[in-house]
């Protein structure tokens, strides 16, 4: 793309370490977003002095090269040359002769270095003028985000934004997947969480520093932040000593923008409207972005905000066949139902029935970076930032179901009964596959919950170049994160007796009829039963820390340099939550209205006509939809919902960086260590209610509670070492070794439980309890990785790298068995779901990839690129089984196999993308409710997005942009493929864009 270039005499500070000039040359000009043009296999020749200050472009260059036979000149056109003084009859924009043929030439803008080929022609009257190559869009970014990988000393990955407030995905989640070895999880069709090679604990950044959400984890919703923001995210996969730890799988820094990152003034703006087709909801969002920078009396001083308002909107849709079991010839019931299925004696597997769902709502994010930078002398630099962000979520759904009539607590102790005369098929395994079940309870669950959650982070950087050798930084930073949750349901219930409910799962989706005593479902006389409940939550945490670093550079040293640091930070969260409210009444259903289900998955699935349930218009609000019940206010706050955690430590490292050559092979790299002093406490409270004879009834008496807060304080030691050797210009292999701690999330280590004794006719159920355990350890792992890159030039390479991780401590869910005794001396079995640090885990595997833009064609077809990569990720963890040998499973929504294919066309003002990602089954629950020990697994899924756009002219573009092209669904099973859990399927999302930047 040809454009215009940056002011070339701009005066601007510069810190160009001393190297050898076909590094420093490019890494000024990267500094001073101006393409620089010379020969290469000169430069080759000659090691450039360090320079730090503020001056001109030139003024620099001339420094570098003093004393060399290169002399530094510019065209009239703004263009920077090097040449040979021997050889210096250089043309001009006049059309000159021109006898420099140079092999290698550098253009460098501020978003990348690209690497560009001069030629001009011998002279000639009427010679051609000459035009200069810059590199922009989606070539810029790859080029950035190449060069971020291959100069790093650490195993890091990029995505780097080709334009302001334009991340190659609308949803950060959806951009990390583009990685190597990232896989994520989708909420209601929008990404929303990620594992790094399997591992889930993932540690979040914010320009380096801690970003949260509050409530149960210590990390960040990926879906909570607009990802427009963002200039580029850096995922380290391999830390060194000098990082802030408390992940397994890596680091996942987000970084935004600043004013001295421009000339001077810019303005960015943009507009969108998304079209949602299966919600057909039409939603816009904005971007504004002011930035600018001016020389005061006091010094340089610039200032920028950035906003970003963002709409979207979903639906998602299910349907779903509840657990299977086998039936028992032994139990009187179930051998009656093999009589009456005609297959006594033959093994038989049944479902506990089905029904279908429908989800919808609106998400809102609203994003501000407020950023004000001082320079008050060239070695001398402040950043003051204010990152806020709101978020807002409400989830709208309906759902019909029919299972078997409860037996005891739970309905997978029921049995179906099938209608008798009806025809039933089976598989050849004898799982059912289709058939006619009667006397089933029948349900509508209406429910609304809701999510806000907000960020603020300001924080406070200093930057001193004491001297030309040592460097001080230091930062203080203040977080804080709040969020509030809402739920409230209806239910609708109808009696067993006659209801019939037909399901036939071997179709692409499931076929389900539901009849109520012989009328239809949509029939609103026929609903007898009417419930409501609510539940409302609170979180809050804050994070305050100080750090400060230090960095001594050595001359003509094996040691290049070391940086020393140290780090407080004091986090805090606090959760409360609210009194489960449940009424209950019989007799004809309050304020029932129809709903139709005849384009259901857009018409491709038969779940009958329809089915009564609350009106959606009362839903709407809490108040009206409790005062139908005889509510008039959510529950009290409890004092067992309070859950307090208090994350104290104080880290400090020192990691030494060098640079030297064995065997004529230059050898780089890092080797440090990092220790940290954690200081956890955890208080919440422990409740017991037992049951007391009121008017000869039993009841719930009133609770007796009791305070918990236990505490543990551990000392770690993390050491590192990443080395690299440059096997040519173009190849170098990496190895990397460290020890790293992932800390328990706040929920694992809330100590609350509350437990309610159940009444006499209940004592022999099966009862169950929740909650955390203080006494987790931290898990620890050992991670080793190495690679091979190639880079055959500035935008095409070719990687290829292995990692093993072993994790000490794994904390997993689990249940375990307590016997509970109340005031009145019965002792209750209880099953508690809690955590433990269990057996080791052990994941292993490795990623390739491939980038390469295909200059070499002719015409029109040298626009075109293609991005690959492939991960093969083996994990091996505990299974949270409730009892017997703790038995080894791969690790929850891992993937064995994953990729992504993405073609790229840019040429001309036109930019395309179309990208896929596909990734192999994985596990989603170890041992599912209601199946014994099977896991719930997810079948394959592939999922196809593309965008295109065009530059209008240097300031205005229009992009066109969709995501799930192929309308991919979701699809599960019980832990057999032929026991099929759901279908889901979700939005298609076409967006059009209009972005004007000056």
Known sequence: ??????????????????????????????????????????????????????????????????????????????????????????????????????????????????????????????????????????????????????????????????????????????????????????????????????????????????????????????????????????????????????????????????????????????????????????????????????????????????????????????????????????????????????????????????????????????????????????????????????????????????????????????????????????????????????????????????????????TLNFKWDVTSKLTLTADLQYGHSGAASTFWLTQYAVPGAGNTFYQDIRGPFATMHIGLGGGSATNTALYTNSSFMDSFGTQAGEDKTIRADAEYKFDNSILKSVKVGVRYARRNNHGASSQFQYVSESGPVTDPEVYSTGDFMRGRADVGEGFVSFDHLIMRSFGASSAAYGISAPGDWLTTGNSYVTLKTMAGYAVGFFDTEIAGISIDGNVGVRIVDTDESAAGYYQLASQVIVDGKQTLGAPVTSPISLGRDYLKVLPSFNVRAHLTDELQWRFAVSENLARPTFDQLNPSLSINEPISSELGFYHTASGGNPFLKPMMSLNLDTSIEWYFNESSSLTLA?????????????????????????????????????????????????????????????????????????????????????????????????????AIYELNGWSARLAYNWRSKFLEVPNDSGVGNLPRMDKPYGQLDGSISYDLNEHIALALDCRNINNALVRTYFGIENRPRNVEMGDRRIGLTARITY
Request: hydrophobic share 35%; proline share 4%; charged share 20%.
């Open 1 to 458: 793309m040809v454009e215009a270039l940056p002011g070339y005499a701009q005066v601007k500070p510069f810190s160009i370490p001393e190297e050898e000039a076909t590094k420093s040359v490019p890494e000024l000009a990267r500094q001073a977003g101006v393409p620089i043009i010379g020969p290469g296999e000169l430069l080759q020749t000659v090691v450039t002095p360090e320079v730090k200050g503020t001056f001109d472009v030139i003024a620099v260059l001339e420094m570098m090269l003093k004393g060399t036979d290169l002399m530094v000149s510019r065209t009239a056109g703004g263009i920077i040359m090097i040449t040979s003084k021997q050889e210096r009859d250089v043309c001009n924009d006049e059309g000159e002769t021109m006898r420099y043929k140079s092999q290698l030439a550098r253009s460098v803008s501020w978003l990348a270095m690209a690497l560009a080929t001069l030629q001009c022609a011998s002279a000639q009257s009427n010679s051609e003028a000459m035009e200069t190559i810059v590199v922009t869009g989606v070539r810029a970014s790859l080029q950035t985000a190449q060069s971020i990988k291959k100069d790093a000393t650490q195993v890091v990955d990029s995505i780097v934004a080709d334009d302001i407030g334009k991340l190659p995905d609308r949803n950060i989640a959806e951009a990390l997947q583009r990685i190597t070895g990232i896989q994520i999880q989708n909420n209601k069709s929008e990404g929303s969480s990620i594992a790094i090679r399997g591992l889930t604990q993932v540690r979040t950044e914010l320009n380096g520093r801690d970003i949260f959400t509050a409530g149960g984890v210590n990390t960040l919703n990926l879906e909570y932040v607009p990802s427009e923001l963002l200039a580029g995210v850096d995922v380290y996969k391999n830390p060194s000593a000098d990082m802030i730890e408390d992940q397994l799988s890596g680091t996942v820094n987000l970084k935004t923008r600043k004013p001295f990152d421009f000339d001077g003034a810019k303005f960015s703006a943009s507009f969108s409207e998304n079209y949602y087709d299966f919600a057909k909801k039409l939603k816009p969002s904005a971007t504004l972005l002011l930035s600018d920078r001016m020389n005061t009396s006091i010094g340089e001083i610039g200032g920028m905000v950035s906003v970003v308002f963002q709409q979207t909107a979903y639906r998602n849709q299910q349907d779903q066949t509840e657990p299977f079991y086998t039936l028992d010839p032994t139990n009187a019931t179930d051998a009656a139902t093999l009589a009456t299925l005609g297959r006594t004696g033959k093994v038989t597997t049944i479902p506990h029935g089905g029904g279908f769902n429908d989800n919808w709502g609106p998400r809102q994010r609203i994003g501000v970076d407020t950023v004000l930078q001082w320079r008050p002398a060239d070695n001398m630099e402040a950043t003051f930032e204010w990152f806020h962000n709101d978020f807002r979520y409400t989830n709208i759904g309906t759902s019909f179901f029919a299972e078997p009539v409860a037996n005891g607590s739970s309905i997978y102790n029921g049995t179906m009964q099938p209608l008798a005369g009806a025809a039933f098929t089976f598989d050849d395994t004898g799982t059912f596959t289709s058939g006619t079940w009667t006397n089933v309870s029948i349900s509508d669950n209406h429910f609304r919950n809701g999510t806000k959650s907000t960020n603020d982070d300001a």
């Open 802 to 902: 292995g990692f093993y991780k072993s994790v000490d401590g794994f904390v997993q869910s689990g249940l375990s068995d307590r016997n509970i005794t109340f005031q009145d001396g019965n002792t209750v079995l209880y099953h508690v779901t809690s955590y433990s640090n269990l057996a080791d885990a052990t994941i292993k595997g490795f990623e390739l990839g491939y980038q390469q833009f295909f200059d070499f064609l002719p015409g029109a077809l040298k626009g075109l690129g293609v991005q690959a990569n492939l991960t093969f990720v083996d994990s091996q963890a505990p299974s949270p089984a409730a009892s017997g040998p703790v038995t080894m499973l791969p690790l929850i929504n891992l993937s064995k196999w994953s990729y992504n294919l993405v």
